[in-house]
Every structure is written in structure tokens, then in C-alpha cells.
Nanobody, 128 residues
Framework: QSRIAESGGGSVQPGGSLRLSCAASGFTLDSFAIGWFRQAPGKEREGVSC?????????YYSDSVKGRFTISRNNAKNTVYLQMSSLEPEDTAVYYC????????????????????WGQGTQVTVSS
């Protein structure tokens, strides 16, 4: 049975760092583009970052996180990471990873439309 699960969330002070993990089981994560999304209370879901399949040579970041967040893969662990640095209170949200329904594409998007397989989310709270 295919499954993806996020971990690594928590509470951190402004300026701090966290690394989120998106671990897959039941399928090879590298075959698909993976996106990270977040949703803050009372706000719409926002695409944060994505990494393409087939080696992850393509990455993309929203303007709100560019330069602060880094997405990467570890194929041996079947896991995608989101390294978050210089965190701000505005980054507080539930973070989700998701799998693009289209395999073997060397592209990715932070538009949630193509993603049909989602994790349960992990809470990130940035507060002093």
C-alpha cells in the first residue's frame, strides 16, 4: 500500500531552522515530482516548493520562501526533505507533502492541481 508521511515539524523561534521529511513507502519516490504545501489557519493552501522526479534536477520555490528553504531528495531513503532556515512567524502553518499523479516528468509545479496523493501534514510554529 502506497503511503507518504511528513515529519520534522515543531516549534521554533524566529530566525531558527527546521528540516521536514517526506518519507514514502510502497512506491519509488524518485519516479514522481514531489511538492511541499502549507496551510495557515484561515488561509488558503499555498504551494511552497517542488522537486521533479527522475533525479530531481528541477526545483522551484515560491517567492515567500526563496532563499530560505531548500528542497532535496535522498533516493536511498526514499525521502524528500525541506530544509527551512531564517524562519518567520508568517511561516507558521501545517506543512504537507504531495505526489504528482504524473510519473517520470522532469518538471514540477507548486500549483496543487496535479497532486493527487497527500500526506497528513506536520505542524510548524514560529513564535517568540
Amino acid at each position: 500500500q502506497s503511503r507518504i508521511a511528513e515529519s520534522g515539524g515543531g516549534s521554533v523561534q524566529p530566525g531558527g531552522s527546521l528540516r521536514l521529511s517526506c518519507a514514502a513507502s510502497g512506491f519509488t519516490l524518485d519516479s514522481f515530482a514531489i511538492g511541499w504545501f502549507r496551510q495557515a489557519p484561515g488561509k488558503e493552501r499555498e504551494g511552497v516548493s517542488c522537486i521533479s522526479g527522475r533525479g530531481g534536477s528541477v526545483t522551484y520555490y515560491s517567492d515567500s520562501v526563496k532563499g530560505r528553504f531548500t528542497i532535496s531528495r535522498n533516493n536511498a531513503k526514499n525521502t524528500v526533505y525541506l530544509q527551512m532556515s531564517s524562519l518567520e512567524p508568517e511561516d507558521t502553518a501545517v506543512y504537507y507533502c504531495a505526489r504528482d499523479r504524473r510519473p517520470y516528468l522532469n518538471i514540477c509545479t507548486i500549483d496543487g492541481g496535479p497532486y493527487n496523493f497527500w500526506g497528513q501534514g506536520t505542524q510548524v510554529t514560529v513564535s517568540s
